[in-house]
DNA sequence: TCTTCTACCACGTTTGAACTGC
DNA sequence: AGCAGTTCAAACGTGGTAGAAG
């Protein structure tokens, strides 16, 4: 096994392998992949041991359902935004391989300006139309299962379809606000949990954009051709399929329309009109689309069950188990993890990011010690046996971790991208995500892993809006409202380094601890609704899980 | 007059509580 | 009593549309 410390590789030396997947996408190159190199504590401009720990790693981020991606970008993507917040369609969903399995990070999303250009549709094309409205303070998309550690993130693709886009500048919902007429890209933040014994070393943070998805925010569709692909795509938009006719207001109007002209424009179906439409009833019923799979990469149930190796999970880790190593397929370079990262203090103390997790419900922050995937599958016997069992792991195979189990997950990190090349099989689904595309009795056997408590996952976001909003709402000349000259993936260097934009944010929440922790001491009520791991001293949770409670 | 925005509509999906059967 | 499966209604997400606003 090749095996880099972090020292021995350069930062930024990282694999330039594209991603197996062919409806993926990946990002590994520099001019998307940027380490923040804070100034705050590291005015000398080198990197904190964290920061260079997370920007030595083999991090790899991956766009996932990259075929309806392009189709979108191929026409011009819109994405609507309305004053109570649209939901991105395509919604963004990411893999990410090559993070510390036991080191928590923070998941993050936001949208930047594309460009500094105003746009407006002419007919069948954008047109420029002037400059940038100045552009708004980035609003933050946290992810509800943040933090958590890299296994988490690594385990399922991070799906970002809770995102909302709104054109309301007063919203405080945890909406990102957006201009109409105006391209953005999305970027996706990775933060690294600070190092608690080393308020100096507060963690790694990297960002990724995503230019494939960048879209024009408009408050009603423009171009006919994203309609349509919308509905053809959006399983929400199922009831405007067939141009809409199987909508009441266009049956009356079809009826009231054949009425009048006295069967003139009753149609009578062609034989091939008949098969296209029986064809297309039969793609409503056999083919379910989802915003999570690709249509074209579905494979119904029938297929996955029969197929030789249904879970590339376990495949891979049956792979794992043969060869002792990585597979052949496996590309991207193994770092192997010291002791002093799998068992360093970093884990077992309560870390400014800890407590920013003790935000969270406990279904969140579980995830970090628990065992409570082990107790799930002991509950559930039958499920190990199922093919579609894709929560299976190793480790939910033995109830408690020891390094060995450890180092075991990350020579291997199980992203099926890299076991399976041919990727005829879909991505394994996380929990509650494209219920419709398998029976239920299937789905429920899948939901093994705790259910995420997705109440109100906004304070978290909130509050760090909220914190980053503070030093920006001193002018308008402040970093975060400036309007970037270029295109941010094209950044490299000492600008990246002049223009952190976010972990400000994230730093500034842990030198403000206090006042955050009195803020969600006033949310007791909320509180004693989820039974939040911090609800007890943040000191007494740790001395539990050290002691094995 | 044109462009942009908003509110409402009907339809499909998702979710979780209530119910039923073992 | 407890669990698993089913049913159903409310909530939510969707694009279409008419009309308002600038």
């Not at 197929?307 to 002792?324: E, W």
Request: aromatic content about 8%; hydrophobic content about 30%; charged content about 20%.
């Amino acid at each position: 096994m090749v095996m880099y410390l972090p020292e021995e590789r350069p930062v930024l030396d990282l694999p330039y392998q594209m991603n197996h997947l062919a409806n993926n996408y990946g990002y590994y190159p520099q001019d998307c992949k940027e380490p923040i190199c804070r100034t705050q504590h590291s005015t000398n401009g080198r990197m904190s041991s964290a920061e260079a720990e997370l920007t030595s790693l083999p991090v790899h981020v991956s766009l996932q359902d990259r075929e309806l991606w392009d189709k979108f970008s191929g026409i011009g993507t819109e994405m609507l935004i309305t004053k109570s917040g649209r939901r991105m369609f395509p919604s963004c969903k990411v893999t990410v391989t090559g993070l510390n399995p036991k080191v928590k990070y923070v998941v993050i999303m936001d949208m930047v300006p594309f460009d500094n250009r105003k746009y407006k549709w002419n007919k069948d094309c954008w047109e420029v139309n002037g400059s940038t409205d100045p552009h708004l303070p980035n609003r933050f998309f946290v992810h509800p299962d943040s933090p958590a550690p890299g296994e988490k993130w690594m385990q399922y693709p991070i799906s970002f379809h809770k995102l909302k886009l709104t054109n309301n500048t007063l919203n405080s919902n945890g909406l990102v606000v957006l201009h109409s007429m105006h391209k953005y890209q999305p970027r996706l933040h990775i933060v690294q949990s600070p190092d608690p014994c080393n308020p100096h070393n507060p963690g790694g943070y990297l960002r990724f954009t995503f230019p494939e998805a960048a879209f024009v925010a408009v408050t009603a569709y423009q171009n006919q051709e994203i309609t349509k692909l919308k509905i053809d795509n959006n399983p929400f938009a199922k009831g405007f399929r067939d141009n809409g006719l199987n909508r009441k207001r266009f049956r009356d109007k079809e009826t009231q329309e054949t009425q009048d002209s006295d069967g003139q424009d009753k149609r009578d179906l062609t034989p091939n009109e008949h098969a296209v439409g029986q064809s297309q009833k039969d793609e409503d019923v056999d083919v379910t689309v989802s915003s999570s799979v690709d249509c074209s990469r579905t494979l119904n149930f029938s297929d996955v069950a029969s197929s030789v190796t249904p879970n590339p999970f376990i495949s891979a880790f049956k792979n794992l188990s043969t060869t002792g190593g990585p597979s052949p397929q496996q590309t991207h370079t193994i770092l192997s993890l010291s002791n002093r990262h799998l068992n360093s203090p970093r884990e077992a103390r309560p870390s400014s990011l800890h407590s920013l997790c003790a935000a969270l419900p406990m279904a969140q922050s579980s995830c970090v010690q628990s065992s409570t995937a082990d107790t799930n599958l002991s509950r559930l016997p039958s499920q190990i046996s199922s093919p579609l069992n894709h929560h299976y792991s190793p480790a939910s195979q033995t109830p408690g971790r020891s390094i060995i189990q450890l180092q075991s997950y990350f020579p291997t990190p199980p992203h099926p991208s890299r076991q399976c090349p041919d990727m005829e099989l879909p991505l394994p689904l996380p929990p509650k995500l494209s219920r419709m595309q398998l029976p239920e009795s299937v789905l429920r056997n899948l939901e093994m892993t705790p259910v995420y408590d997705y109440i109100n996952p906004r304070p978290f976001t909130d509050i760090l809006n909220r914190i980053h909003f503070r030093p920006l709402d001193s002018g308008p000349t402040g970093k975060g409202l400036q309007h970037p000259h270029h295109p941010e993936q094209f950044l490299r260097g000492s600008e990246r380094e002049l223009r952190p934009q976010i972990y400000p944010a994230v730093q500034e929440y842990i030198d403000q601890q206090f006042t955050l922790n009195s803020m969600l001491n006033s949310q007791t009520e909320h509180r004693s609704q989820m039974d939040y791991v911090s609800a007890r001293p943040l000191t007494e949770y740790y001395c539990e899980q050290q002691t094995g409670k």
